[in-house]
């Protein structure tokens, strides 16, 4: 499609009308059918009418609308094809310049993975032309993948990361563009020259990124500390100061990798940096960089202490379960984290993950957990590890008259019966990609849902006409997808079916704010 005749396309009023779906809740997926939602021109939907009557509208919706009933273009949801409207995927962390490495990773882990494989390559696009290239390409995959909002790394580049702002501006994909600050670890042909280099390029970037958008309705810029090690205690220091001062969103990497963590204790110790505590949490805490706008990418290895932290400033995860078993960094532990009352979202982490999909993050996210309820997350190692040291006591009575061999093995029933809440439902997964995306790029209550005064980020998804007969069905089939709904399917099942199978062929249109950003011919 044509992305620069679409923005100079004035938006008309629009009523959209079949089946919804969406998260009302982390658990309450909502289906509604027959049923129509009126988008204004501004992308806002202005009236939602459940079993509803199509043939109706022209009497008794537009004009309480004050429509003209040939002003307003009518799109609906095929049921012969399984079709479905959706609410647009949020991507809450992921690098455009690393595109090109997506699946480039070896047998690598995060350290080694930067110096081998992405400073090189972040480094090469501070060419333009390199850049407008994939850029343009990641904005056109992403959203090909229903991926309406995303938070993207740029690289320190203060050009190329305002070009970013521009194509996404153009294309319509809402965005956050952070340029990335690093002014240590890295090296030298790519670093900031000084902290105060980094943060004079940072405002440069923001006051441009303000300027093409200046009600940020579809792009904004984001405060971007690579991560701890990558920022001197100065620059932390002034950019906690400049989020204070500007409001402005903040993102960055915690607590993915052993070898990270280690080198985070070792360059900020507690008392030299004059926090608090010892850990992770507590050096971005010291520099003012955890507020209740901080999207922290993420959060493998967080402990307790940090958790009360971060849920005290308001500060959000971004799950990335592609890249967190990509580069072997671990299992998340999504659950204790919304036990805790962190909101979480999705990340595809590019290239640390291989994959563009937010869909894909999806169904990683359900697997991950279930690794996690089989006694794979780190903290769970832990304690297991704990647990056998103090085993060896067998044939023993304890003081409870039970052999020490029945006490283990009811202590392992039990372990295994709470972990077993650790695994995330279809509902839950997809309420991560979207309502929950909502909550960490800011725009809570405005995407992420179907809800009257919430605008109009959605894809249309379609399955493909139920499976009838083999003989006759041919290729034709195949390009429908790699669902197969054979017409018995119940309509959770069928999103079931989605979530597990289902990919970019599905992806059938996409709109961001009313406006039609992606058509799969
Ligand atoms: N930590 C610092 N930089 C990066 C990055 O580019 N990707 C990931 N996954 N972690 C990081
Ligand atoms: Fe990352």
């Known amino acids: 499609m044509g992305s620069q005749e679409q923005t100079t396309l004035a938006t008309q009023n629009q009523l959209f009308y079949g089946t919804f779906v969406y998260p009302k809740t982390l658990t309450d997926l909502k289906y509604l059918h027959n049923t129509a939602v009126a988008v204004d021109q501004n992308g806002t939907i202005v009236a939602i009418e459940r079993d509803y009557d199509l043939s109706q509208a022209a009497i008794t919706l537009f004009p309480c609308l004050g429509w003209?009933?040939?002003?307003?273009?009518?799109?609906?949801?095929?049921?012969?094809?399984?079709?479905?409207?959706?609410?647009?995927?949020?991507?809450?962390?992921?690098?455009?310049?690393?595109?090109?490495?997506v699946g480039i990773f070896g047998k690598s882990t995060l350290l080694d993975w930067l110096e081998t494989y992405t400073f090189p390559l972040e480094a090469s696009l501070s060419d333009p032309a390199k850049a407008r290239t994939v850029y343009n390409r990641v904005i056109r995959k992403t959203l090909s993948h229903g991926t309406t909002c995303a938070a993207y790394y740029a690289t320190k580049d203060v050009t190329t990361t305002n070009l970013l702002a521009d194509l996404c501006l153009r294309a319509g994909q809402r965005a956050l563009v952070g340029r990335v600050c690093m002014d240590q670890l890295s090296p030298k042909y790519y670093r900031d020259a000084s902290a105060a280099d980094s943060v004079a390029a940072t405002r440069e970037s923001i006051t441009y990124i303000q300027s093409i958008d200046p009600t940020g309705a579809i792009v904004r810029p984001v405060i971007t500390p690579r991560f701890a090690p990558s920022c001197s205690a100065p620059l932390m220091a002034e950019l906690g100061k400049l989020a204070a001062e500007t409001g402005l969103p903040v993102q960055t990497h915690i607590s993915e990798n052993e070898g990270e963590i280690a080198l985070v204790k070792e360059m900020f110790p507690a008392k030299k940096i004059g926090a608090k505590g010892d850990t992770y949490t507590h050096v971005y805490d010291t520099f003012g960089l955890l507020t209740d706008k901080t999207i922290l990418a993420h959060g493998v290895h967080l402990s307790e202490e940090e958790v009360q932290i971060i849920k005290a400033r308001g500060s959000k995860v971004s799950h990335c379960p592609c890249s967190n078993s990509a580069l072997t960094s671990g299992a998340a532990r999504v659950r204790w984290l919304l036990e805790r009352g962190i909101e979480v979202g999705l990340g595809t982490d590019m290239s640390g993950g291989y994959s563009p999909s937010v869909l894909e993050m999806a169904r990683q996210a359900a697997l991950v957990s279930r690794h996690v309820a089989m006694g794979?997350?780190?903290?769970?190692?832990?304690?297991?590890?704990?647990?056998?040291?103090?085993?060896?006591?067998?044939?023993?009575?304890?003081?409870?008259?039970?052999?020490?061999?029945?006490?283990?093995?009811?202590?392992?029933?039990?372990?295994?019966?709470?972990?077993?809440?650790?695994?995330?439902?279809?509902?839950?997964v997809l309420y991560l990609a979207t309502k929950g995306?909502?909550?960490?790029?800011?725009?809570?209550?405005?995407?992420?849902?179907?809800?009257?005064?919430?605008?109009?980020?959605?894809?249309?998804?379609?399955?493909?006409?139920?499976?009838?007969?083999?003989?006759?069905?041919?290729?034709?089939?195949?390009?429908?997808?790699?669902?197969?709904?054979?017409?018995?399917?119940?309509?959770?099942?069928?999103?079931?079916?989605?979530?597990?199978?289902?990919?970019?062929?599905?992806?059938?249109?996409?709109?961001?704010?009313?406006?039609?950003?992606?058509?799969?011919?």
């Not at 991507?91 to 310049?97: N, R």
């Not at 392992?412 to 695994?423: F, L, Y």
């Not at 006759?472 to 959770?492: A, I, R």
Request: contains cysteine.
């Open 376 to 428: 794979c997350a780190p903290a769970e190692k832990e304690n297991k590890g704990e647990k056998e040291s103090k085993a060896g006591t067998e044939g023993k009575t304890n003081k409870d008259g039970n052999s020490e061999k029945e006490s283990k093995a009811n202590k392992a029933n039990k372990d295994g019966i709470d972990r077993e809440r650790a695994k995330l439902t279809v509902e839950e």
């Open 437 to 521: 995306g909502a909550e960490l790029v800011g725009m809570k209550g405005k995407v992420g849902g179907f809800e009257v005064g919430m605008e109009w980020d959605a894809q249309l998804i379609g399955l493909g006409r139920d499976v009838v007969d083999e003989e006759y069905e041919g290729e034709e089939k195949e390009e429908e997808g790699n669902v197969d709904v054979f017409g018995w399917e119940s309509w959770p099942n069928k999103v079931a079916k989605w979530l597990f199978n289902g990919d970019d062929r599905n992806t059938r249109k996409v709109w961001v704010k009313g406006r039609l950003v992606h058509e799969r011919k």
């Open 68 to 101: 003209a009933p040939d002003s307003v273009s009518i799109h609906s949801s095929l049921a012969s094809h399984n079709q479905f409207f959706f609410p647009g995927f949020i991507d809450t962390h992921l690098h455009a310049p690393q595109y090109p490495n």
